[in-house]
């Protein structure tokens, strides 16, 4: 994985970035309801805390190089329209159980640090692609809005009316994309310009496309996931 444009972060990015050190104090002294209690024991070990996965990245899933690309596999797949998104307008919402929501730009987005991955799109309907992302990682998203410490899972709403949730440890994994970027290129509207989800450890229908909001929460809602709601598993990991 390569990290550039570091320079371009902001002071007020780095402050804010850094702004997680004093996280700690906050932690850990709500008390949790029975229902939260008994999700986090049956999703266990997903529900390690938010300041442990923000500060103990997991290990990187290996990548491909560039050569490996295969430019014609990756088939698009949308349940329904392809929303036009005007990218000068578009607004990114990261809300929920935070102490700082944010809307974000294109352009706030494109001035955070940049990562490029190679890896291996799968669909659950049997084809899969090696495919270069590009764009932010998911967990300087939720560093920057500074989550609660009863925080589990990740909601994405798309424009399309796709919504799908992760846990929290997955969305936090460092190859877990918010990207605008496909094959060296400006991410096509099809495959869901002008942001998209990308990751090497879930099943592509995890991987929402045109996503407008991403809201931290501390329970899953009846709502899990556009497939999922069909019968398709929830947790889909590679
Ligand atoms: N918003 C939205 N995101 C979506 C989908 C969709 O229909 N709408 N389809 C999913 C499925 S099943 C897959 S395999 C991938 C396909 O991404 P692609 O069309 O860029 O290949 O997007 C996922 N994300
Ligand atoms: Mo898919």
Redesign the pocket.
């Known amino acids: 994985m390569k990290r550039i444009n570091f320079s371009r972060l902001s002071r007020r990015q780095v402050l804010e970035l850094s702004g997680l050190s004093g996280l700690g104090l906050l932690l850990n002294s709500c008390g949790s309801t029975f229902f939260e209690d008994k999700v986090n024991k049956i999703f266990e070990p997903l529900n390690q805390s938010v300041e442990t996965l923000l500060f103990n990245p997991e290990k990187p899933v290996p990548e491909f190089p560039a050569s490996a690309i295969q430019e014609e596999a990756?088939?698009?797949?949308?349940?329904?329209l392809t929303p036009q998104i005007d990218p000068e307008t578009y607004r990114l919402t990261i809300d929920g159980a935070v102490n700082h929501p944010i809307q974000l730009s294109l352009t706030d987005l494109k001035n955070m640090p940049f990562t490029s991955m190679t890896i291996r799109?799968v669909?659950?309907?049997g084809w899969a692609?090696i495919v270069q992302w590009g764009g932010v990682r998911l967990r300087d998203l939720v560093a920057m809005v500074q989550p609660k410490s009863h925080v589990r899972y990740v909601y994405f709403k798309?424009?399309?009316g796709?919504y799908e949730s992760w846990d929290l440890a997955s969305a936090l994994h460092p190859q877990t994309l918010m990207v605008y970027q496909k094959n060296g290129q400006p991410l096509p509207v099809?495959?869901?310009a002008p942001l998209?989800l990308a990751s090497p450890i879930k099943?592509?229908?995890k991987?929402?496309?045109?996503v407008t909001q991403i809201t931290l929460v501390n329970q899953l809602f009846p709502r899990k996931g556009?497939?999922e709601d069909q019968g398709y598993e929830w947790f889909a990991g590679l």
């Not at 991987?207 to 045109?210: E, H, L, M, T």
Request: proline share 0%.
């Open positions: 990756l088939l698009v797949n949308t349940f329904d799109h669909c659950v309907e692609a798309s424009a399309d796709y099809e495959n869901g998209r099943l592509g229908y991987q929402s496309k045109w556009y497939w």
